[in-house]
């Protein structure tokens, strides 16, 4: 089975700063995917990124970057240059031969004008 | 193309009654998810399918909960008889298949109940 540790519960920001959201999960899993979640105000969830757990390289996409550490299991989310739309509780998952995503309790952004 | 559609978005009724939540997958996804979110417990996986099959139930809280699929593109979660605790927003999400080349889940907007 899957589990996902957020230690972070809230944190708060100025806009314009970077922000990392700390994701560390375990699985029995020797195959599984990571994922991370955005779920803005108005609640709905939005993907934002699939890792497959043979694929270590760091990945950036605009302003969003992830730092997948295998032999720490972590997959750490940083927002650079955050925004006041970057608001948002943030979720990461894993998932394993089962399919099914076991999310974290969640981050909750706040970026500051 | 439209998403995962969920009905109603929003429902408020009294201890007791029958609750029905639906869903309507995105066309040619072939795996339904059912999540429930509280403040309390975050968001929990409450059942889901693969080709109309329900793979794994474990988290459906109690016999008051069921779950069906009863063609390819829609599901109903029903809780019978509801209590105040059931109170949180349920979510629907719906993927392409169960093998490890999954994409992502794609989710509704939810439907956020209140039992009073």
């Known amino acids: 089975a899957q589990k996902v540790t957020q230690a972070q519960t809230e944190i708060s920001v100025v806009e314009k700063e970077d922000v990392t959201l700390d994701c560390v999960y375990e699985?029995?899993?020797?195959?599984?995917?990571l994922f991370w979640y955005k779920q803005p105000p108005s609640g709905e969830l939005v993907f934002l990124i699939r890792?497959?757990?043979?694929?270590?390289q760091n990945e950036i996409s605009g302003r969003y970057s992830w730092n997948f550490q295998k032999s720490t299991s972590s997959f750490n989310f940083t927002i650079t240059a955050s925004q006041v739309v970057d608001s948002a509780v943030y979720f990461c998952?894993?998932?394993?031969?089962?399919?099914?995503?076991?999310f974290g309790k969640g981050t909750k952004l706040t970026v500051n004008p | 193309d439209a998403g995962v559609i969920q009905s109603p978005r929003h429902e408020v009724t009294e201890m007791g009654q029958e609750v029905t939540l639906r869903c309507k997958l995105i066309?040619?996804?072939?795996?339904l998810f059912w999540y429930r979110q509280t403040m309390m417990r975050g968001l929990e996986l409450l059942i889901y399918f693969n080709n109309n099959v329900p793979i794994d139930d474990s988290g459906m809280p109690e016999d008051r909960f069921s779950a069906k699929m009863p063609n390819a593109s829609f599901s109903t979660l029903k809780i019978q008889p509801s209590e105040p605790r059931d109170s949180a927003v349920y979510f629907c999400a719906s993927s392409q298949g169960l093998r490890m080349n999954t994409g992502e889940l794609f989710f509704g907007e939810g439907s956020r109940l209140t039992v009073l």
């Open positions: 998952a894993p998932q394993g031969g089962s399919e099914k995503l076991v």
């Open positions: 890792r497959n757990s043979f694929d270590e």
């Open positions: 699985t029995r899993d020797t195959t599984y995917y």
């Open positions: 066309s040619g996804h072939n795996s």
